[in-house]
């Protein structure tokens, strides 16, 4: 059987100051390092605040993303960061293959809307709010596909639980729907064995692929809230996190013999067959920098072990 394919989550360190300079130098260090599906690294900004670029209604004050109206795009999604990044990758790297992170609609409503909403939403239980973001996403996912990148929608505030969590994750299938699904996965990072989140996510019809956390120190405990009968009864793969984020020294990085055993304890569980791919449990921009390397390295490592 061919070896898993590798990927990483989405957020690396800034390479540079000069945007497409950084961008070139985290493709080049996610391929040197051995990721199969490499990521932009998320160089212009973090997962929320890039969004203020594009979308009328939100804006960063004081650094932190904030509500001023009513969501929509501004200029059409070809004006939208991720994907103008996307077409510089394109234009040196055609056929690169890359999978671009989305933050999901309650993710993104949730942070904005808890910092200020000065007008439009009566509040951040306004489920309109979230409504509007998931109509703003749609065309935006729609055309990073059709530049032939695959999109991981991000929704860690989904494993808090909410009482609409089923409309919640409704608006993920609205976000990936006329997509091949097979381009779409949504990534919920943290502890996910409460609320009925995975009952949720594995009814999504348009997303092939759901990818958790397993490594960490309550992540490890999401293995009791997966199984091969879910997973193949929904038609679903598993994004396989696999190597924690979280280490602060190089002797706390799992070793590539953790990462191989991690991953036959989920094969287990899952059934190797439905595994997508491996990836290190979440994004990397809070990690300590000099330990990055050693992640990716460990996790390619461990999955050359497993086989």
């Known amino acids: ?38 990521s932009d690294g998320e160089q212009r900004a973090d997962m929320v605040s890039y969004f203020a670029e594009s979308f009328e209604g939100l804006a960063v ?11 929509s795009t501004k200029n059409g999604p070809e004006s939208f960061s991720k994907v103008k990044d996307l077409e510089y990758i394109r234009s040196k790297h055609p056929d690169l293959k890359i999978k671009l992170a989305l933050t999901g609609p309650t993710t993104l409503g949730m942070t904005c809307g808890s910092r200020k909403i000065k007008s439009h939403y009566k509040s951040i239980v306004d489920f309109d709010l979230y409504e509007d973001i998931a109509i703003a996403l749609a065309p935006i996912a729609k055309a990073l596909v059709d530049r032939g990148a695959y999109v991981q929608i991000d929704e860690p505030f989904l494993s808090q639980g909410y009482k609409d969590l089923a409309a919640r994750v409704d608006l993920l299938d609205y976000v990936a729907n006329g997509l091949p699904r097979d381009k779409v996965s949504v990534h919920v990072c943290g502890f996910i064995g409460g609320f009925g989140v995975v009952d949720h996510l594995l ?52 070793s590539p013999q953790a990462v191989a055993a991690k991953l036959k304890e989920i094969a287990s569980k899952v059934g190797r067959e439905n595994i997508a791919y491996a990836h290190p449990d979440c994004g990397m921009r809070a990690t300590n920098k000099s330990l990055v390397p050693i992640i990716l390295q460990n996790m390619r490592a461990g999955v050359d072990l497993f086989g």
């Open 61 to 71: 004050e004081g650094g932190m993303p904030v509500l001023l109206g009513k969501i």
């Open 203 to 254: 009814k999504l019809e348009n997303v092939s692929t759901l990818s958790f956390a397993f490594a960490g120190r309550t992540e490890h405990k999401n293995i009791e809230h997966v199984s091969r009968k879910a997973f193949e009864a929904a038609d679903k793969k598993l994004g396989a996190g696999c190597i924690a984020v979280t280490p602060m020294t190089e002797e706390e990085v799992d």
């Open 1 to 38: 059987m061919a070896r898993l394919t590798t990927t990483t989550i989405g957020s690396l360190f800034r390479f540079s100051e000069d945007l497409h300079e950084s961008i070139d130098r985290a493709l080049e260090f996610q391929l040197s390092h051995g990721v199969d599906i490499v």
